[in-house]
């Protein structure tokens, strides 16, 4: 039942992306950014006792598309810009040094927005899927409900800065999210 509901949703948002793909291009309101994202990944199997957690960093890029008054709908594609070190822990009392990355984060998002004046306060909502790797323990990846928000700051007729928080995965004891900066521009 899950993966039905799932399935539709997906569905949903790839018509919600054709329609306002076609709905933006009369309306002229696309915009794109480019970010640096301080990231953290926690992996945690309570019935071992195994519990590891890194901050690594991302570049993100966004291209988003505003069809209608508060409405958005964005894409998010995320790499690897570096890895953190980790001490993992299990049942036996050792533990093991390595280093967690998150290789990729693509996400597909519906979006609102409210602007006041030069600056807009925004939110996000959608399923993105990541791939995390600790070495040592193994990779994984998987897609999971993704949401988010933040601030961005519009001085003029295009050029923007923002900064967010967004939660993309939370699901069989892995947790990614992560704090982004970024720059864009608004076409």
Do not use: C
Not at 91 to 110: E, F, H, M, N, R
Not at 174 to 181: D, K, M, N, Q
């Amino acid at each position: 039942m899950k993966s039905a509901h799932l399935h539709h949703l997906k569905h949903l948002m790839l018509a919600a992306v054709a329609v306002g793909g076609a709905q933006a291009a009369m309306a002229q309101s696309v915009y794109g950014e480019v970010g640096y994202a301080a990231m953290s990944t926690r992996l945690s199997v309570p019935l071992i006792g195994l519990s590891a957690e890194a901050k690594p960093t991302m570049v993100r890029a966004l291209v988003g598309v505003s069809p209608l008054g508060g409405l958005s709908i964005e894409g998010i594609a995320s790499g690897s810009l570096s890895s953190d070190s980790f001490v993992s822990s299990g049942s036996s009392s050792t533990a093991q040094l390595g280093d967690a990355k998150v290789s990729q984060i693509l996400g597909l998002y519906v979006g609102s927005h409210l602007g006041l004046g030069p600056v807009e306060l925004f939110g996000r909502a959608g399923w993105a899927k990541s791939e995390v790797k600790f070495n040592g323990l193994g990779t994984g990846n998987d897609s999971d409900f993704s949401y988010g928000g933040g601030i961005r700051l519009i001085p003029g007729d295009t050029l923007t800065f923002s900064a967010d928080y967004m939660n993309y995965l939370n699901k069989g004891g892995a947790r990614i999210e992560g704090y982004t900066l970024s720059v864009g521009m608004k076409f």
